[in-house]
């Protein structure tokens, strides 16, 4: 198998240094794939669980349970054994315009939280999600984000398609590889 991104359409798109885009094309109707990122109850089928004032300025907690994503079970590599229990982070919504824009801060590094933007539009009786994720910070970062976004992403696909999803963390070990060799052999 050659190394490197096998399709590139579905791999998120550096566009900046510190900075990722995704984009798929889902079943609609849009206000059911809204309903999928501000719900928790649905969110929590391909992300995680909290609940969201629908506000600007709101504040809120996302906790995820990566391997409770699919009901095919696999544990969490060793590196990241830590996370089996689960994890929760703190989240700030800075924009929230239904069903077509959701802004949101994400986690907080050293310079601060990141920002992700999740752009909503219909084509026909598909949706296009565009998901893009800033301020990402240092190349490990971007990696743990890229292949943490693809493969929750892929998640949401099939959940929406009404299929089994894959256990999250085989899938995010092989997507964080692709996109560690992707993002360093732009930088080198």
């Known amino acids: 198998m050659a190394r490197g991104l096998a399709s590139q359409s579905q791999h998120g798109q550096l566009f900046a240094p510190d900075s990722i885009r995704f984009e798929r ?18 969110r929590a089928r391909w992300l995680a669980t909290g609940s969201m004032a629908p506000r600007l300025g709101s504040a809120f907690a ?19 054994r830590h996370f089996e229990g689960g994890c929760t982070t703190q989240h700030e919504i800075r924009r929230f315009e239904p069903p077509h824009v959701l802004v949101m801060t994400w986690g907080g590094g050293r310079e601060g ?9 219909e084509e026909g009786n598909r949706v296009r999600l565009v998901l893009t994720h800033r301020r990402l910070g240092d190349v490990d970062t971007l990696v743990d984000v890229a292949g943490g ?12 398609e009404g299929r089994t999803p894959p256990p999250f963390w085989p899938l995010f070990e092989r997507m964080e590889e692709e996109y560690r060799w992707h993002i360093t052999s732009r930088r080198t």
């Open 113 to 121: 939280p990141s920002e992700v933007t999740f752009e909503l539009s």
């Open 25 to 42: 094309l889902l079943p609609g109707p849009i206000e059911r794939v809204w309903a999928y990122l501000t719900e928790s109850d649905k």
């Open 149 to 160: 976004w693809h493969t929750h992403l892929a998640i949401l696909v099939e959940v929406l």
């Open 62 to 80: 996302l906790h995820f349970d990566h391997a409770g994503l699919s009901p095919q079970r696999a544990p969490a590599p060793d590196r990241l």
